[in-house]
């Protein structure tokens, strides 16, 4: 099993910056890969970005490229997402996956994921 806590939601005006982090525990090895979700009020679930277990290759949801970065830290059993020039249609709760190795053409999928953190809020008003 695995443990994931997400942090670092807030509120922020639009154009700011948030940087979350999910710490996670347990079989941090057979789920290495990492993603990151939001959701918000009344909508479906969406990919946001995701990580390989090495760090060294990412995948972005295409409407956000270039304003969010996701990293992780195998060390410490992190992956963050800074997210920058937030909008407010950015407003969502922000959710930390782990799935076992994935094909890079499935990454978004949230049903390939096994398991999910709590959430964080990040509001961006206008």
């Known amino acids: 099993q695995v443990q994931l806590v997400e942090s670092g939601g807030g509120s922020v005006q639009a154009g700011g910056s948030l940087r979350l982090s999910c710490a996670a525990s347990?079989?941090?090895?057979?789920?290495?890969?990492m993603g990151w979700f939001r959701q918000a009020p009344g909508k479906e679930r969406e990919a946001v970005a995701a990580?390989?277990?090495?760090?060294?290759?990412?995948y972005y949801n295409d409407f956000l490229k270039g304003r969010f970065i996701i990293s992780r830290n195998n060390a410490e059993n992190t992956v963050d997402l800074q997210m920058n020039s937030l909008k407010p249609e950015s407003t969502a709760e922000y959710y930390c996956?782990?799935?076992?190795?994935?094909?890079?053409?499935?990454?978004?999928?949230?049903?390939?994921?096994?398991?999910w953190g709590q959430g964080t809020q990040v509001t961006v008003s206008s």
């Open positions: 990580i390989r277990p090495s760090g060294g290759i990412t």
């Open positions: 347990g079989d941090t090895v057979s789920y290495a890969f």
């Open positions: 996956a782990a799935a076992r190795p994935l094909y890079g053409s499935i990454w978004s999928r949230p049903s390939e994921y096994s398991y």
